[in-house]
């Protein structure tokens, strides 16, 4: 009878086993999504060993499914053999944010009465934040962000709302993939430094940008707890209106209207 160490005979350690499908899901699609979700959090790309490093999986299990990925287009296999995420994705991703979008839309207009400035909620996506959902200012100088646009998040409040939900090991390995480049003069291009302001934030509950993505413009951002990624709100205007005063009123009602909203992307199970 073969040896019960956890090591194996090879003693190389072993992948801690997978946890249990819940009751009424589907194994190989909870699988496939799994792989997916490995593959995204890898940048994107990884080798069938590495995917089985990571969930305890059998290759050939592994190699089932990610050619039933890649027969529907959720995959693309390199020339290398690696596989990366496919163009299908992007089709569910663009009706994913549309939706979002509209489901969010009440809360951030109703944000926006409130407060009296425009207001953004934007997700992490590829390494940047992308804005998904407006609700603009009812003054005739407000800010103006087009839906979809994307942005380097060490450069703008809700980026770095985003950032401060991650581990710095990630913040480190996100900004080595897409630069610091500086907006203005205000803009944080050290690394370090920008591990810093995200403690500062993660400490304080919210982020400022303070002219460092556009001068003369003045943003707090929140995070939406729970959301399944990470996502930030945030309230914007010009420096002249949006002052650091307007933050003691402004900040518990993100956090308030932050709260509504991860109800709304948290949708219960059927």
Do not use: W
Not at 178 to 196: C, E, K, R, S, Y
Request: glycine fraction near 10%; hydrophobic fraction near 40%.
């Amino acid at each position: 009878m073969g040896s019960t160490d956890s090591t194996g005979s090879s003693g190389a350690p072993q992948p801690e086993p997978r946890e249990k499908v819940a009751s009424g899901q589907v194994q190989s699609v909870d699988r496939a999504i799994e792989l997916l979700e490995l593959m995204a959090d890898a940048g994107g790309e990884a080798a069938l060993s590495e995917l089985a490093a990571s969930t305890g999986l059998p290759l050939p299990t592994i190699h089932r499914l990610m050619r039933t990925l890649l027969s529907r287009g959720y995959v693309r296999q390199l020339p290398s053999r690696r596989y990366t995420l496919g163009p299908r994705l992007i089709r569910l991703g663009e009706s994913a944010g549309r939706q979002l979008g509209a489901g969010a839309r009440p809360y951030l207009t109703a944000l926006a009465a409130e407060l009296g400035e425009t207001v953004n909620l934007a997700m992490i996506d590829r390494d940047m934040a992308v804005y998904v959902a407006q609700a603009a200012s009812r003054h005739s100088m407000r800010m103006f962000t087009e839906v979809g646009r994307r942005v380097f998040t060490h450069a703008t409040g809700v980026g770095k709302a985003v950032l401060a939900q991650l581990p710095d090991a990630t913040v480190l390995e996100i900004v080595a993939r897409v630069g610091m480049p500086a907006a203005t003069p205000q803009t944080i291009t050290d690394p370090q430094a920008l591990l810093t302001e995200l403690a500062t934030i993660r400490e304080r509950g919210y982020a400022i940008d303070d002219g460092e993505q556009e001068i003369g413009v003045r943003c707090f951002a929140v995070e939406v707890p729970g959301a399944p990624t990470p996502t930030a709100l945030s309230i914007s205007g010009p420096s002249a209106r949006v002052g650091y005063d307007f933050a003691e009123t402004a900040v518990p009602v993100l956090h308030r209207t932050a709260a509504e909203l991860a109800k709304e992307l948290i949708s219960p199970g059927a």
